[in-house]
């Protein structure tokens, strides 16, 4: 799955431990008898939001003398269930476990049918639906399914664990004039008097549950070719043309035959479908019909900002088709085996089809989302089997902090060996269950080393190193001397020193020369002989360790790194370095670089650093590059650096950004929120009446919403209260205005406080889901303790995997310090402001005296 919306939307974990009290080791179930085939035969009521019929369990056991067997059948109604030649059965059903007993025990290898019949009305969770009513008429009409990690059991009895692993048929029956898509290949569809039809979709391959999937409504398609005699083809709701979904997946194709080129390896499946619907949230990985939510499909102006974003999206859950579906982790334990390697492919396309930049970009930006969790919410290690729920698991340890720990394996190893001991493993375990032991042991033959010292340090433990650098040159002995520190154990004593190869650089007449080395110990000194004092110097120059690096050699150096480093890290590493000095000339040097910067993420990385600086020279910097910054995929970032100052040149130029800037949804939303960012300066009639606007897609009003709340204007009130009522604006942005109250009852006087988490607490039963999960994060930024007993509620009416998040918002609320008086915040933004204004008035009077 990809995690857009789990890590930007709901923040899970921030500013936690990883687990709560009380969290248990997870291990894969006994399968003594276990499913190996499912029939599901479902009829599909839109309208009334309801699934009945009848799933037949083809179970097999493995030894003999089991009798029973529990499949995981949440709050189904009217449950029967009896074996389908007639052996005696008894059944129990106590609303969360189907408990099903022979009365005869299996032989080994003997093969009988439970055949469940029952009916699911408004589920929780797992399965989804959509219809018009009055309030919002042009609503999408259709059912679907969505179940990563362990959702599948909200509507069909299985066995809800990923290492079980039945095929499928599909007999799903809905109005004849809807689409019905379902994992594996259509068979047949029959049409039926009462104006029903029934599609029979088999899978002949195995598949968990959280990868079993159907789509059920009125639809558009785009049919898109095939891939090696397999057909490719897109659907969405109405609202959205082909075009539309070519413009959003029209690569796919292309896609595939990398991927197959890569792997050297088949796609595995009968069909490459994918669907978009909203409320999905992020994208997932179902064989053979994969999932995506529509905030993701593009039109002609979001292609601009999110083309890229979609593309990677649509290459992650493509890998899955490998990595994940294919080939299955045995239980959550080892699920970065799935989705680390889903990241990472993402990084290897970037780098057969754009290059080493791209590559070294991907790379870094993993890192540094992976760190930013790791510094500031909590570390565990990569494969772990200690967690409170296996979504707790689906974070940055295992995203992009798997990724990158693959990238530096692969580069310790070598492109030849890696590369052939990952085609060996595709082939060897497609079709099969794997541990994290059976992928090291793979590498180990085709290297001939021992991995487990590595795979220890690395996946097995937690943290990373942190180096910090400082270099030295004596001209007369001819010296440069690299000193480099692990400062992380000091810090910390439950992390290790790391063992680990990097590389040391220096460039002389513009040419890089790089001197491997290992790090084992918290100091070391390396030697180099050098004729004359190199232009530049660095640490891990060539892009491939897993650390964080703090390494000034002076402002010289830096600036020469800055324009002249030939990789992008280097160049992205000198403009953070040269940021933390406050000097103007410094920031002045990193804003012309980014004038001459061609590549984009460079751009968004300089952006980020001098947000960073704190220094009115940055906001000069800031306010003048959103004057001629066009492209899309940097304009957003861009506006959020200049906004982290409330400053009125930042003002004037978010507002002329607004005003005859590129027209880039999420751009413009992020100008309206930091415009709210200026507290008392901010255009506050200007936001009241953009707020009452509808936005193409969303994303303007959005932001408008969160400039609300922003400002700490009392007045925001009655206008996020009215905007987050059921059927006052789009949902593609009410639950942002809900989220929003949060932010609002935070900073606002005992009263209005009062009226928000009232309003909150009300939101928690709307009837858009997103709306409620935005409510529960709005309760949370506002501390609600007030609110407590009807979040927890709530919370006891959702799936056990959502009511984990639920415990964890109550336990933030809990263990947080009441938010502080109006009053006191202002005072805190002033003194803020006032001593970066100092600090400016200071490098100039320096600057004034040296001229002196």
Not at 702 to 722: I, K, N
Request: negative net charge.
């Amino acid at each position: 799955m990809t995690d857009v919306v789990r890590l930007t939307e709901l923040g899970i974990h921030q500013g936690a431990d990883f687990t709560l009290p009380g969290a248990e080791a997870h291990y894969p179930p006994d399968l003594e008898l276990e499913p190996l085939h499912l029939d599901i035969a479902l009829g599909i009521d839109i309208p009334h939001r309801t699934a009945e019929g009848v799933v037949t369990s083809t179970i097999r056991a493995h030894r003999a003398g089991p009798t029973a067997v529990k499949l995981h059948a949440v709050d189904f109604e009217n449950v029967e269930a009896r074996d389908a030649d007639g052996f005696e059965l008894a059944f129990r059903y106590d609303g969360k476990q189907l408990h099903a007993e022979w009365q005869q025990p299996f032989k080994a290898g003997e093969e009988r049918k439970l055949v469940v019949k029952y009916r699911v009305v408004k589920p929780v969770t797992g399965l989804f639906f959509s219809s018009p009513d009055k309030d919002y008429p042009k609503a999408g009409t259709w059912a679907a399914t969505d179940h990563e990690t362990e959702r599948a059991r909200h509507w069909l009895p299985c066995i809800d664990l990923p290492n079980v692993r039945p095929t499928l048929s599909f007999h799903l029956t809905a109005l004849k004039d809807y689409t019905i898509l379902a994992n594996g290949e259509l068979v047949k569809e029959e049409a039926h008097e009462d104006g029903t039809k029934t599609s029979h979709w088999e899978l002949n391959q195995r598949c968990p549950s959280y990868i079993t999937c159907f789509a059920v409504g009125d639809f558009t398609r785009c049919d898109d070719g095939e891939h090696n005699g397999k057909p490719i083809a897109y659907f969405a709701e109405r609202n959205w043309k082909p075009e539309d979904l070519k413009r959003s997946f029209g690569r796919t194709g292309a896609m595939l035959d990398w991927m197959t080129r890569k792997l050297d390896d088949p796609y595995p499946f009968p069909k490459y479908y994918q669907f978009a619907l909203p409320g999905i949230g992020g994208a997932m990985e179902n064989i053979s019909l994969v999932s995506w939510d529509d905030m993701l499909v593009l039109d002609e102006t979001l292609s601009k900002e999110w083309g890229w974003t979609v593309d990677q999206i649509n290459l992650h859950e493509m890998a899955h088709s490998w990595f994940g579906d294919h080939i299955v982790c045995r239980d959550f334990a080892h699920a970065w085996l799935k989705e680390s390697w889903a990241v990472y492919m993402e990084t290897c396309y970037l780098e057969d089809t754009k290059g080493a930049v791209e590559r070294d970009y991907d790379f870094y930006t993993n890192l540094q989302a992976y760190i930013a969790e790791a510094d500031g919410s909590y570390m565990r290690p990569i494969a772990t089997r200690t967690f409170d729920h296996s979504w707790s698991m689906y974070d940055r340890h295992l995203y992009p902090g798997g990724a990158v720990r693959l990238h530096m394996l692969r580069r310790e190893l070598g492109d030849e060996v890696f590369w052939a001991g990952v085609r060996d493993y595709v082939k060897r375990y497609g079709g099969k269950v794997v541990e994290t032991d059976d992928f090291r042991k793979v590498l180990e033959e085709h290297s001939g080393r021992s991995l487990v010292k590595w795979f220890d340090q690395w996946i097995l433990n937690k943290g990373y190193p942190a180096l910090k650098a400082s270099f030295s040159y004596d001209g007369k002995k001819g010296e440069g001397v690299f000193e480099i520190e692990q400062t992380q154990h000091a810090k910390n004593k439950e992390l290790p020193l790391f063992e680990l190869v990097t590389d040391i650089g220096w460039v002389i007449d513009g040419k890089l020369h790089t001197r491997e080395i290992k790090l084992e110990k918290d100091k070391h000194s390396f030697i180099v002989k050098l004729d004359r004092e190199p232009e530049q110097v660095r640490l891990d120059p060539l892009v491939r360790t897993v650390c964080k690096i703090e390494f000034n050699p002076g402002d010289e150096k830096l600036r020469r790194q800055l324009t002249g480093a030939g990789d992008v890290v280097g160049r992205i590493l000198a403009a953070v370095e040269l940021c933390k000095t406050g000097k103007r000339a410094n920031i002045e040097a990193v804003r012309d670089a980014y004038k001459a910067e061609k590549f984009w993420g460079a751009r968004v990385r300089f952006a980020g650093a001098l947000a960073g600086a704190n220094s009115h020279a940055a906001v000069e910097a800031l306010a003048e590059l959103l004057g001629i910054e066009q492209d899309g995929m940097v304009c957003e970032t861009l506006v959020r650096a200049a906004g982290q100052y409330r400053d009125p040149l930042i003002r004037e130029a978010l507002l002329k950004f607004i005003e005859s800037g590129p027209k880039l949804y999420r751009a413009r939303g992020a100008a309206w929120e930091m415009l709210g960012a200026q507290r008392e300066d901010a255009p506050f009639e200007k936001l009241a009446a953009a707020a009452k606007q509808d936005t193409p897609l969303g994303w303007e009003q959005q932001g408008v919403f969160r400039a609300l709340a922003e400002s700490r204007r009392p007045e925001a009130l009655p206008l996020l209260l009215d905007a987050s009522r059921y059927g006052a604006t789009s949902n593609r942005a009410r639950h942002v205005a809900a989220s929003s109250l949060g932010a609002v009852a935070k900073h606002a006087e005992r009263h209005d406080r009062e009226r928000a988490v009232e309003k909150l607490a009300d939101l928690l039963r709307d009837p858009n889901q997103r709306v409620q999960k935005f409510a529960m994060g709005g309760l949370q930024a506002a501390g609600a303790d007030e609110a407590l007993r009807q979040l927890e509620a709530w919370g006891r009416g959702l799936s056990e995997q959502e009511q984990t998040a639920v415990k964890r918002a109550a336990a933030g609320i809990r263990a947080g310090v009441k938010p502080k008086a109006a009053a006191l915040d202002k005072q805190l933004d002033e003194f803020r402001e006032t001593l970066r204004k100092l600090n400016d008035r200071i490098e100039k009077l320096e600057a004034e005296t040296k001229k002196a």
